[in-house]
Nanobody, 120 residues
Framework: VQLQASGGGSVQAGGSLRLSCAAAGSALGFNVMGWYRQAPGKQRELVAAAYNGGSTNYADSVKGRFTISRDNVKNTVYLQMNSLKPEDTAVYYC???????????????WGQGTQVTVSS
């Protein structure tokens, strides 16, 4: 499985960025596509996840500001980040979960990180 993330950058507080992550290499698709982030000195944390059935999940800190979406034809997940705050500064990683044949799942699939820097 290959994951290609893009869209990071530097913005001022209140600005917006959109991250994209294209996944390839899973004939059975992906059950979950999501984004994690890791700030310096902190543990990696879930930002948002989009499930195959259409449901989504967000960290409390980003609810109302970030929107996750996925294109199941393109196997691409997006993260629209609005009203960015300095505390959103981190390296953002896309993560996918894919089903395995005949059963089970593969969880540890990560894209390369993309830096998001928000200045005050």
């Amino acid at each position: 499985v290959q994951l290609q993330a893009s869209g990071g950058g530097s913005v001022q507080a209140g600005g917006s960025l959109r991250l994209s992550c294209a996944a390839a290499g899973s004939a059975l698709g992906f059950n979950v596509m999501g984004w994690y982030r890791q700030a310096p000195g902190k543990q990696r944390e879930l930002v948002a996840a989009a499930y195959n059935g259409g449901s989504t999940n967000y960290a409390d800190s980003v609810k109302g500001r970030f929107t996750i979406s996925r294109d199941n034809v393109k196997n691409t997940v997006y993260l629209q980040m609005n009203s960015l705050k300095p505390e959103d500064t981190a390296v953002y990683y896309c993560n996918v979960v894919r089903p395995l044949w005949p059963n089970g799942y593969e969880y540890d699939l990560w894209g390369q990180g993309t830096q998001v820097t928000v200045s005050s």
